[in-house]
């Protein structure tokens, strides 16, 4: 038999709890009565059904000084070298920033695949991740890779959406921003899709070692771009089992 278990967390908005009501509510076999005597005043209004709740995470929506890098810093002059790079070589570029990501999260597995530049459906690179044990779970993705400076629109990620069969996860890459309305787009229709602006793309670089002294670092590049004119799919399947 298989069940499921769905947890809402909420958090009471007080600073302190008694030690004392959480150990009566536990040992003393009558939670009415611990919380009668030593309840905090919020979680008594929360009985009598006058939640009043803090919020767990901020807003998902961010603000274009949220995506991308602040000004005359280093961390837009590492952007600016990966806004430098062609169309073709940004999709490789990509594609080698995923290949990072182990790096980063601790036994994850992945494999990627590069589409070829036309007939691609629009998809620029295929594959999947695969959670460590316990978890053991396989995570199919489908991806777009954009050099866009200005701000992407909603009718710009439908196209990824449009693309993604049941189960699958978007990842769309930009060295720009997202508009208001795109995210909350995606954020109201549930869309399986993680949006990666260009601040999101240079701390992937600074976290996976690919920066040196300010720069994006030279011999990671060269690895990145050395089969920029290498596509190892024919649109949309593979040529190579995995």
Excluded at 15 to 33: C, F, N, P, Y
Excluded at 150 to 166: C, E, F, K, N, Y
Aim: with cysteine.
């Amino acid at each position: 038999m298989i069940k499921n278990l769905r947890i809402l967390l909420s958090i009471l908005d007080t600073e302190t709890v008694s030690a004392k009501w959480l150990r009566e509510r536990v040992t003393s076999g009558d939670m009415r009565e611990a919380d009668k005597n030593y309840a905090p005043e919020v979680w008594r209004k929360v009985i009598k059904g006058k939640i009043e709740r803090r919020q767990v995470w901020a807003s998902k929506v961010r603000s274009k000084q949220q995506q991308v890098p602040v000004a005359n810093s280093e961390d837009e002059n590492i952007l600016s070298e990966v806004a430098a790079l062609s169309p073709a070589e940004f999709e490789a570029f990509t594609v080698a920033l995923i290949e990072k990501l182990p790096d980063i999260v601790a036994g994850l597995e992945h494999r990627i695949t590069r589409t070829r530049r036309t007939g691609d459906h629009g998809i620029d690179f295929f594959g999947m991740f695969k959670m460590p044990y316990p978890i053991d779970y396989q995570i199919e993705f489908l991806g777009e890779a954009k050099r866009y400076k200005t701000p992407i629109t909603p009718d710009q990620v439908s196209r990824l959406v449009a693309r993604l069969g049941r189960g699958q996860y978007g990842l769309y890459f930009a060295t720009s921003w997202y508009s208001e309305q795109t995210q909350r787009e995606i954020e109201s229709d549930r869309y399986p899709v993680r949006l990666f602006s260009g601040q999101d793309i240079v701390n992937i670089l600074r976290a996976g070692d690919c920066v040196a002294d300010g720069r994006l670092r030279t011999d990671w590049m060269q690895l990145a771009l050395a089969e920029v004119d290498v596509h190892f799919a024919d649109g949309l399947r593979p040529t190579s089992l995995w």
